[in-house]
């Protein structure tokens, strides 16, 4: 496999379920980042991590819940969502952008998730 | 505050025709990267193309091409005689050294091509 891939493609769940998010690189990138696109919106960051730690969470509200086990692997675990939070989750993985040296972002075909 | 502002939401053109979706940046940045990215309806988005600060050589592509200019801050692509295929939502983004080389993404200009 190559690139960035995500699973699932799509995703319905109510507001009290709880259910995950995975991308999976193959690049060996060391950067990951989970990004937000609803309709009508820019793109919004949510997360990045560097080297499996995080170093932003741009004020995500703690329904989403992060996780990155690896250099490769990235989770959105999702619990007690709003309807609002419906849109496509996308993930991305890059090189590591904080030497100064920054490429292009690699991005996953995304998540569109449906919250009812 | 770094800013990318594509202030064309939607544009339709007639297959053949040559289309520039506008992209203008804010930064105080002497170092950063331009980059421009293709959403089609499949949905991950599609690297077409970086540049940094340093570099205002227009790049062409085959039929893309940009046109970059510091002194305008602009950061034009333009498709020459569009295809179908082209049709797809089309994304400016910035990175630069004060926001740690987070990536700022435009809203995205939608392109629809018509056979």
């Known amino acids: 496999e190559t690139g960035v891939t995500q699973t699932p493609r799509h995703l319905v769940m109510g507001m009290t379920n709880k259910k995950s998010l995975k991308c999976e690189q193959h690049?060996?990138?060391?950067?990951m980042y989970w990004y937000k696109q609803s309709a009508k919106k820019p793109l919004e960051l949510m997360f990045v991590?560097?080297?499996?730690?995080?170093?932003e969470n741009n004020s995500v509200p703690s329904r989403f819940s992060p996780e990155c086990p690896n250099s490769s692997h990235l989770f959105l675990h999702l619990h007690t969502l709003q309807p609002e939070d419906s849109a496509l989750y996308l993930c991305?993985?890059?090189?590591?952008?904080?030497?100064?040296?920054?490429?292009?972002?690699?991005f996953g075909q995304g998540t569109r998730l449906t919250v009812v | 505050a770094q800013k990318v502002t594509q202030a064309q939401t939607e544009i339709s053109v007639v297959e053949k025709e040559d289309v520039t979706l506008d992209c203008v940046y804010e930064t105080r940045d002497t170092t950063y990267y331009l980059f421009w990215y293709k959403q089609p309806p499949s949905g991950e988005l599609v690297f077409l193309i970086r540049?940094?600060?340093?570099?205002?050589q227009n790049e062409i592509s085959g039929r893309y091409s940009w046109n970059f200019q510091k002194s305008t801050s602009s950061f034009n692509f333009t498709i020459t005689a569009s295809q179908v295929v082209d049709s797809a939502v089309y994304f400016c983004a910035l990175s630069g050294s004060t926001g740690g080389f987070k990536t700022i993404f435009g809203a995205g200009t939608r392109l629809f091509v018509k056979a």
């Open positions: 690049l060996g990138h060391n950067a």
């Open positions: 991305a993985s890059s090189q590591d952008p904080t030497g100064g040296v920054n490429t292009e972002a690699f």
């Open positions: 991590y560097n080297f499996k730690e995080q170093t």
């Open positions: 540049r940094n600060s340093f570099d205002e």
